[in-house]
């Protein structure tokens, strides 16, 4: 593993900024493969890992720079219940562990450093330093994970009756016998014009 500055300067690189989130999200990430017991992420441990994360903001893009899980490569999942909570799973030994920022994060860094006035300075020179278990709890969980779920899973590949487009990783809906995208079985995001 590298050290927390050294991610830190590899974060602000692949999120344009450095900022109180990004600190939470590393932190978040090397308290979650600690607890695992994952220190290798980028080698030995590499396809090991499986990430979960609850929101779409800086803490997010912090994750992925410790433990390596991507988008692209199906290891990062994203599930939008605006928390700011990641679960950490370990296919190798079949656990996982749920993390997520205390409330009381913010209010503790006031009080550590009343007079750093500006917040985001304030909050990042505290995240640096606050020992986990003021900074987050953890509880170990289940994560039912099917084959179509993880990095590498090859199956057949489902078209859609209504719109003709192709289905990967058995999203497709079966509606009275008919195979179906999410979109056309209602749960389109966007209106064609
Ligand atoms: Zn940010
Ligand atoms: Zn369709």
Redesign the pocket.
Same mark, same amino acid.
């Given at each position: 593993m590298k050290s927390l500055d050294e991610y830190m300067v590899l974060a602000e690189q692949a999120h344009g900024h450095m900022c109180a989130g990004q600190i939470l999200g590393l932190r978040m990430a090397l308290y979650g493969l600690r607890l695992l017991g994952v220190d290798d992420p980028e080698g030995l441990d590499r396809k090991r890992l499986v990430t979960f994360v609850e929101i779409d903001r800086c803490a997010t893009d912090a994750i992925p720079i410790v433990t390596g899980c991507r988008l692209g490569k199906r290891a990062l999942k994203f599930r939008d219940f605006g928390k700011v909570a990641a679960t950490f799973c370990d296919l190798k030994q079949d656990r996982a562990v749920r993390v997520v920022a205390k409330e009381t994060s913010k209010q503790r860094a006031r009080e550590l450093y009343p007079d750093i006035t500006d917040r985001n300075r304030q909050q990042m020179r505290a995240y640096r330093e606050m020992p986990d278990d003021d900074l987050f709890a953890a509880q170990w969980v289940q994560v039912a994970l099917g084959p179509e779920e993880f990095p590498g899973y090859k199956g057949e590949r489902q078209v @859609?009756v /209504? @719109?003709g /487009?192709g289905i990967n990783f058995k999203r497709g809906v079966l509606r009275e016998g008919r195979m179906? @995208?999410k979109? @056309?079985a209602g749960e389109r995001y966007y209106t064609p014009l």
């Open positions: @859609c /209504e @719109c /487009e179906l @995208c979109a @056309c």
